[in-house]
């Protein structure tokens, strides 16, 4: 009797525990599904959150390389400033001494035109007055008779300036020292080169005189003999 009385309490017991039991595991999941969500929506902002730093990030390195460039060309340009300054006083400065030179043997100064022009070729060998210096340097060597000095001075002209405005009268110039130096072959030979190539050259009028004055000097001495 005792044994059945137990047995009835619990099977009167037990529908109630089930049903507790379900409950707590309905509530348990509800909350959990919720939990759930919640970490969605976390992990979801987390990942705007991410996007959005990379973004910043992209346009802060765009900001960062864009500032590299501008600093570059801020500095390529006072490096550009700085040359552009630097070659603007050279060229001051060449011009300066190539015009004292140039006036000093227009003056008859002519060893201190030799050291002016020696001293503008030695200091600007790359500016745009050294062509015209050069040939001037070869006349200055023929009024202090250096005649050798002043060939070698006009067959490097010819050499590198065969386009200048001065190259026929280089060649008379040559002409004339070769004249002096008793190359009288060599200075006939120019001569008619520069008649027949610049005939319409106002120097030309000079080498045909030249050229005559040659010849007859040449057939005098025939004639003397």
């Known amino acids: 009797m005792r044994y059945f009385s137990f047995v009835l309490i619990v099977?009167?017991?037990?529908?109630?525990?089930?049903?507790?039991?379900?409950?707590?595991?309905?509530?348990?999941?509800t909350k959990n599904f919720t939990q759930i969500k919640q970490l969605k929506k976390a992990n979801r902002h987390l990942l705007g959150s991410i996007e959005q730093l990379q973004q910043q990030q992209k346009h802060n390195q765009q900001k960062?390389?864009?500032l590299f460039r501008l600093l570059e060309y801020k500095s390529a340009?006072?490096?550009?400033?700085?040359?552009?300054?630097r070659l603007e006083n050279a060229d001051r400065a060449a011009k300066k001494i190539y015009t004292n030179a140039r006036n000093l043997l227009l003056s008859?100064?002519?060893?201190?035109a030799l050291e002016a022009f020696q001293d503008y070729r030695k200091r600007f060998p790359e500016n745009?007055?050294?062509?015209?210096?050069?040939y001037w340097l070869g006349k200055v060597f023929v009024k202090l008779e250096d005649y050798q000095n002043a060939k070698?001075?006009?067959?490097?002209?010819?050499?590198?300036?065969?386009?200048?405005?001065k190259f026929p009268n280089s060649l008379y110039e040559l002409a004339l020292v070769q004249n002096q130096l008793k190359n009288t072959p060599a200075a006939e030979?120019?001569?008619?080169?520069?008649?027949?190539?610049?005939?319409?050259?106002s120097i030309s009028a000079k080498a045909k005189a030249l050229?005559?004055?040659i010849t007859t000097a040449k057939t005098d001495k025939i004639q003397a003999k």
């Open 64 to 66: 960062i390389s864009e």
């Open 211 to 213: 050229l005559a004055e």
């Open 77 to 85: 340009d006072r490096a550009t400033k700085s040359v552009i300054s």
């Open 152 to 165: 070698q001075t006009f067959i490097d002209f010819q050499a590198n300036y065969a386009l200048h405005a």
């Open 128 to 134: 745009n007055q050294i062509s015209d210096a050069n």
């Open 11 to 29: 099977l009167l017991i037990a529908p109630a525990s089930v049903s507790v039991f379900a409950i707590d595991t309905e509530a348990v999941a």
């Open 189 to 201: 030979k120019l001569l008619k080169t520069l008649i027949k190539k610049f005939p319409n050259h």
């Open 108 to 112: 008859g100064q002519h060893q201190q």
